[in-house]
T-cell receptor, first 113, second 112 residues
Framework: NAGVTQTPKFRILKIGQSMTLQCTQDMNHNYMYWYRQDPGMGLKLIYYSVGAGITDKGEVPNGYNVSRSTTEDFPLRLELAAPSQTSVYFC????????????FGDGTRLSIL | DQQVKQNSPSLSVQEGRISILNCDYTNSMFDYFLWYKKYPAEGPTFLISISSIKDKNEDGRFTVFLNKSAKHLSLHIVPSQPGDSAVYFCAASADNTDKLIFGTGTRLQVFP
């Protein structure tokens, strides 16, 4: 019973490099989300998806891209890493029914130097 | 513009006593509120929620109270246990959407 799985757990990038943060879920969640959490702050929504092939911007989408080719997977892409993107990234999923709680992965800690 | 505010960054409570964590919000369109608990190096875990049509929801040792007129909610944990030591996040959503707005969190420490 894996739930929401994020890989990698840690990564250090150089400025200008690109990478993809992986997120997969086995809970039949139609809705999936990417958040970032900066030190001492709450989680901020980057992108979300209400189903395969459908994505939309959240509160802080600049510098990121997402895709949702399957229900299970929701990767987050950083094309040109910047120091401001140093953060902890959380992926979450929830059921289609309204007011269902989101279930989170354990996060990816990303440092950009 | 912080729509969800947790003004106490930390709280320390003795084991067995009540812990009260507070949360204020500014957006009157919020209609669903949640509390999440987070341990270090783990993702947030859902704890309890409340719809705006209610003013109280209880689940075991955890109770959430909602005061819509004051735009305030609180989480009561009684009795507090050392395993409750974690960061607690309040979150809210509006208009039946699933986009959550999070507060900055309160770190609870329960000591023996």
């Amino acid at each position: 019973n894996a739930g929401v799985t994020q890989t990698p757990k840690f990564r250090i990038l150089k400025i200008g490099q690109s990478m993809t943060l992986q997120c997969t879920q086995d809970m039949n969640h139609n809705y999936m989300y990417w958040y970032r959490q900066d030190p001492g702050m709450g989680l901020k929504l980057i992108y979300y998806s209400v189903g395969a092939g459908i994505t939309d911007k959240g509160e802080v989408p600049n510098g990121y891209n997402v895709s949702r080719s399957t229900t299970e997977d929701f990767p987050l892409r950083l094309e040109l890493a910047a120091p401001s993107q140093t953060s902890v990234y959380f992926c979450a999923g929830s059921r289609t029914d309204s007011n269902q709680p989101q279930h989170f992965g354990d996060g990816t800690r990303l440092s950009i130097l | 513009d912080q729509q969800v505010k947790q003004n106490s960054p930390s709280l320390s409570v003795q084991e067995g006593r009540i812990s009260i964590l507070n949360c204020d919000y500014t957006n009157s369109m919020f209609d669903y509120f949640l509390w999440y608990k987070k341990y270090p190096a783990e993702g947030p875990t859902f704890l309890i929620s409340i719809s705006s049509i209610k003013d109280k929801n209880e689940d075991g040792r955890f109770t959430v109270f909602l005061n819509k007129s004051a735009k305030h909610l609180s989480l009561h944990i009684v009795p507090s246990q050392p395993g409750d030591s974690a960061v607690y996040f309040c979150a809210a959503s509006a208009d039946n959407t699933d986009k959550l707005i999070f507060g900055t969190g309160t770190r609870l420490q329960v000591f023996p």
